[in-house]
């Protein structure tokens, strides 16, 4: 049996969350999306971002209508987009920063995503 973290086959729940915001739509702005994980769904393990042109969750992934929209970056951050520095401990969040490059981008969203792993206490390694 292969452990990851100490847990074995059992005991662990992944838990998605995932946060979309419009925009950015004018020329030459950026935009910041943020998920995490609330209390009692375990800690955030990952994460992971997008700039799309629709909700991917409920529909098949669409670029944004320009072609200048991009993806700056994505990381693990508090509740309001600041970047966890280095060392930072237990963060819950992750946060997509996203840029609209020098022309308007009507429809285009902002996406992001916060892996949340739950280990259920008692079980012994």
């Not at 994980?37 to 992934?61: K, Y």
């Not at 969203?109 to 259920?120: F, G, I, P």
Request: net charge neutral.
């Amino acid at each position: 049996m292969t452990h990851w973290l100490g847990i074995g086959g059992s005991g662990a729940t992944v838990k998605v969350r995932y946060a979309e915001g419009g925009g950015p739509n004018t020329a030459s702005t950026g935009r910041t999306a943020t998920a995490g994980c609330s209390r009692g769904e375990g800690r955030l393990v990952s994460g992971g971002a997008a700039i799309s042109g629709g909700n991917v969750t409920t529909t098949d992934f669409s670029k944004a209508a320009s072609g200048g929209p991009h993806l700056n970056g994505s990381f693990p951050s508090d509740a309001v987009g600041t970047p966890v520095g280095d060392g930072g401990a237990d963060p819950s969040y992750w946060t997509a920063a996203t840029h609209s490059g020098d022309s308007p981008s009507q429809g285009s969203y902002s996406d992001v995503w916060a892996l949340c792993l739950d280990v259920q206490h008692g079980h012994k390694r």
